[in-house]
C-alpha cells in the first residue's frame, strides 16, 4: 500500500524555469516531509525539509508547500538549471516511527540548457 | 573517509552465492539502515537497527540477513538470491530512531543476480 505518491514520474523543464514535483500521503500521523535529491551513481541526499507548522519553507531556489488539510505538499525549483537533473524523492515520517521513511516512487528531473 | 561508506559499490552473484554487503558510517549516529531501491519503485525499507538492536523486519524474506556488530557497522549477507532481487541497495544512518532527523545515505551496492 503506497502512503506517499509522487507525480510526476518524469519531468522535463528549460534552463531557468519552474520545475514543479508533487506529494500526497494518506498517514495524518506523519510530521516530518524531506525531500532527497539523487544523482546517478550516488545514493539520496537530504535537500530540504519541512514540518506541518509552516505551510511554506525556503532554501535558496528550492522551496517547499504544504497543504496539512489536503495531505499535499510539493517542491519548486525556481531558476532550474541543467546542474539539477537528478532524481527527487519526497518522504515522510511519523513521531511513531521515528526516522523510519517512506519515500515517493521519484521524479526524474531535465533540464535542459 | 567520511558519511556513509558501502562496499562493494558492484556486485554479480550466482542465485547459489553467499555474498554479503557492508556498511560503515562515520557520523556517530545510533541508527542504521538497509534500504532497497527497484527502478520505478519507492525506497523500500528493509530493516533498521538502534543501538544495534534491530528495531524493524519489513517483512523481508529469510535470504536476507542482516548483522550489525556495533552502531558503526552493518552488514546484509545475501544467500540463494533471486533475479527480482537485483536492485541497489542503500544503507543509510541516522543521529537517532526516535527522532525525526536527516538520514544520510550511502552510494549504494548494485546487486545484479544471475
Known amino acids: 500500500q503506497q502512503q506517499v505518491k509522487q507525480s510526476p514520474q518524469s519531468l522535463i523543464v528549460q534552463k531557468g524555469g519552474i520545475s514543479i514535483i508533487n506529494c500526497a500521503y494518506e498517514n495524518t500521523a506523519f510530521d516530518y516531509f524531506p525531500w532527497y535529491q539523487q544523482f546517478p551513481g550516488k545514493g539520496p541526499a537530504l535537500l530540504i525539509a519541512?514540518?506541518?507548522?509552516?505551510s511554506e519553507k525556503k532554501e535558496g531556489r528550492f522551496t517547499i508547500s504544504f497543504n496539512k488539510s489536503a495531505k499535499q505538499f510539493s517542491l519548486h525549483i525556481m531558476d532550474s538549471q541543467p546542474g539539477d537533473s537528478a532524481t527527487y524523492f519526497c518522504a515522510a515520517s511519523g513521531e511513531t516511527s521515528g526516522s523510519r521513511l517512506t519515500f515517493g516512487e521519484g521524479t526524474q528531473l531535465t533540464v535542459n540548457p | 573517509e567520511t558519511g556513509v561508506t558501502q562496499t562493494p559499490r558492484h556486485l554479480v552473484m550466482g542465485m547459489t552465492n553467499k555474498k554479503s554487503l557492508k556498511c560503515e558510517q562515520h557520523l556517530g549516529h545510533n541508527a542504521m539502515y538497509w534500504y532497497k531501491q527497484s527502478a520505478k519503485k519507492p525506497l523500500e525499507l528493509m530493516f533498521v537497527?538502534?543501538?544495534?538492536?534491530?528495531?524493524e523486519n519489513n517483512s523481508v524474506p529469510s535470504r536476507f540477513s542482516p548483522e550489525c556488530p556495533n552502531s558503526s557497522h552493518l552488514f546484509l549477507h545475501l544467500h540463494t538470491l533471486q533475479p527480482e532481487d537485483s536492485a541497489l541497495y542503500l544503507c543509510?544512518?541516522?543521529?537517532?530512531?526516535?527522532?525525526?532527523?536527516?538520514?544520510?545515505f550511502g552510494q549504494g551496492t548494485r546487486l545484479t543476480v544471475v
Open positions: 537497527y538502534n543501538f544495534k538492536e534491530q528495531t
Open positions: 543509510a544512518s541516522s543521529q537517532g530512531w526516535t527522532q525525526n532527523t536527516e538520514a544520510f
Open positions: 519541512i514540518r506541518p507548522d509552516v
